[in-house]
């Protein structure tokens, strides 16, 4: 079975600062996908970053990066010169591989994090 | 577009109301999907559909109602539900169902009050 856990259920963080959301999973699947979801408090589930299993590099989109090590199964969410919009649920979530369809979307318990001015 | 709609955005019902919520994607997703969440916790998924197939169905007990008329809408058809029903209900849909790499885009949710 597959487990993520978040072991952060809220951090405050100063504007501007970077910030580190941790994630680790547990799976013993070869093939799998890490995805880091932001939810508002309007309730919308905003994809964030995805790494899969089998990538060299860590993945990075903007202001967003994985902090991805394989070994300790750890992808942590790194958010660089946060912004008070970045106030938000952090999602972390795990997909399993499969060639027949049907894998859920695992996700963990989820961080809140609040920038402060 | 790269959206994901639902409506409507709040809904109030009473235990013997008949309601459906309706979620709408033009992406060309071919797998679509519901999710339940509760205050402070984690989605939690109730059904999928793959090419407008009922492919899993997480023993949501039949006040819920699925259906996928077409590839691009979903609906969650609600009946006789209980207080303890209220929460974010939200739609999301993929490319398809198969690959790890397959990220889910996600509606803005209807927040369902069970009276």
């Known amino acids: 079975a597959q487990k993520i856990t978040q072991t952060q259920p809220g951090m405050f963080v100063q504007e501007k600062e970077a910030v580190t959301l941790d994630c680790t999973y547990d799976?013993?699947?070869?093939?799998?996908?890490l995805f880091w979801y932001k939810q508002p408090s309007s309730g919308e589930m905003i994809f964030l970053i995805y790494?899969?299993?089998?990538?060299?590099q860590n993945a990075t989109e903007g202001r967003y990066s994985l902090n991805f090590q394989k070994a300790r199964k750890s992808a942590n969410l790194v958010i660089s010169a946060s912004q008070l919009g970045d106030s938000a649920m952090y999602f972390c979530?795990?997909?399993?591989?499969?060639?027949?369809?049907?894998?859920?979307?695992?996700f963990g318990t989820g961080t809140r994090l609040t920038i402060i001015p | 577009d790269t959206e994901v709609t639902q409506t409507p955005k709040h809904l109030v019902m009473g235990m013997t109301n008949k309601k459906s919520l309706k979620c709408e994607q033009h992406?060309?997703?071919?797998?679509m999907y519901w999710y339940k969440q509760k205050a402070k916790k984690p989605p939690e998924l109730m059904f999928v559909?793959?090419?407008?197939?009922?492919?899993i169905n997480e023993s949501v007990p039949s006040r819920f109602s699925p259906e996928c008329p077409n590839s691009s809408l979903l609906n969650l058809h609600l009946h006789a539900l209980q207080p303890e029903d209220s929460a974010l209900y939200l739609c999301?849909?993929?490319?398809?169902?198969?690959?790890?790499?397959?990220?889910?885009?996600f509606g803005p949710g209807t927040r369902l009050t069970v009276l």
């Open positions: 999301a849909s993929s490319q398809d169902d198969y690959g790890v790499g397959n990220e889910q885009f």
């Open positions: 992406m060309g997703h071919r797998a």
């Open positions: 799976t013993s699947d070869p093939s799998y996908g």
């Open positions: 979530a795990m997909r399993v591989g499969s060639n027949f369809g049907n894998e859920k979307l695992t």
């Open positions: 559909y793959s090419y407008e197939k009922l492919s």
């Open positions: 790494q899969g299993s089998y990538d060299q």
